[in-house]
């Protein structure tokens, strides 16, 4: 159960000393003069699932900024109608308050609410879902990939929209291990050196297993867009690059930067344009299936002219000996030829 989880992972050796600053300040904020005004957060739980009718029972936590994080302060569940309340909440300008609802093991948030002596009631309305194990309904659409060749490795960017279409929140279900859920892989190469994500939301919910990178993070329907960068070592003056498909695909976009762009050539059935010091592939049409694998070549990587140096240098050098030995053996024949006559 969620509130299970919530309250158990405060009762940790460091959360004893949290939660009892959490009764302390929430002790103090009824009791001081200070805070002698109190507001009402009140509000409605809607199922999303089916067509928005009210939520009953459903368990509603209420959350306040305590030492620069939200904490659990109260607790409650919706009647019959799927509304909820919670009062007698101190009322002070830098106070905010989250209520939210738990439903299947997912937590959905209301936007953060502050009370003020002007505005001691809120009212808000939380749309909460029913949660599925599968099938696997996510979809992804304009999945961008641009791919940065630099010295000794190339640097790889990506951006898709991760879209639930369906009106259930997809939670996916353990399979060889009870206590691993994955709810979505990343099939980027084994070989990369570090992976870095925009989000920190995502950087703390993925964990490399076996060299993939793993989720199990709860999708909602609706759509989110995950964006990550990683770097993958060549040694070699050429790449060769491989990563199949994470999910079903209407859309792909794979961009090189590179001053050759003739050097260039991959498998994507898509149509090829060229900007400058870049070449970019772009799908159309048909929809790319999971495990369609993208392959990518590049020849000749770009070289700086400091690497051809001692080659260019040593070319001079033999054309500066040629030169002076033709001058010479012109001079030498000369004297001969005067003679000659």
């Known amino acids: 159960m969620v509130r299970q989880w ?45 067509n928005q009718q009210p939520m009953e029972n459903a368990q509603v936590v209420l959350r306040a ?13 919706t009647d019959a109608a799927g509304m909820f309340q919670f009062d007698e909440l101190p009322v002070e300008d830098g106070i905010q308050y989250i209520p939210g609802a738990n439903q299947g093991e997912v937590h959905y948030p209301s936007q953060p609410v502050l009370l003020t002596r002007e505005k001691q009631t809120a009212d808000v309305t939380i749309v909460a879902y029913e949660s599925a194990t599968e099938p696997n309904p996510l979809l992804i659409h304009e999945h961008e990939i641009d791919v940065h060749p630099t010295p000794g490795a190339l640097e790889f960017t990506e951006s898709m ?35 870095t994500f925009e989000k920190e939301f995502f950087g703390r919910r993925f964990l490399l297993v076996d060299g993939k990178l793993l989720t199990g993070i709860p999708w909602p329907p609706g759509k989110r867009r995950l964006k990550f960068t990683y770097v993958i070592p060549n040694d070699s003056n ?74 260019t240098a040593l070319a001079i050098l033999v054309a500066i000996v040629g030169g002076t030995s033709f001058l010479l053996s012109r001079q030498e024949k000369s004297p001969g030829d005067n003679r000659s006559r």
């Not at 009762?11 to 009824?30: D, E, H, N, W």
């Not at 900024?65 to 569940?77: A, D, G, P, S």
């Not at 879209?163 to 279900?173: D, I, M, R």
């Open 6 to 50: 919530a309250w158990r992972n405060l009762f940790t050796s460091a959360g004893r000393t949290t939660i009892l600053t959490v009764v302390l300040c929430t002790v103090f904020l009824r009791i001081s003069p200070a805070f002698a005004n109190t507001g009402s957060i009140r509000g409605t739980i809607l199922n999303g699932s089916h």
């Open 65 to 77: 900024q305590l030492q620069r994080q939200f904490l659990v302060i109260e607790e409650t569940t």
């Open 161 to 195: 929209i991760i879209e639930n279409p369906s009106k259930f929140s997809y939670v996916g279900q353990a399979n060889d291990k009870p206590d691993r859920v994955v709810t979505f892989r990343l099939s980027i190469p084994q070989d990369f050196e570090k992976v």
């Open 238 to 311: 050429k790449a060769h690059w491989r990563r199949t498909v994470d999910l079903p695909c209407s859309e792909m976009r794979l961009t090189v930067n590179t001053d050759n762009p003739a050097n260039v050539w991959c498998n994507l059935d898509s149509s090829r344009s060229i900007t400058g010091e870049s070449v970019t592939y772009t799908t159309s049409g048909s929809t790319l299936p999971v495990g369609h694998e993208i392959e990518l070549q590049i020849g000749e990587l770009s070289t700086s002219l400091m690497a051809y140096g001692r080659w």
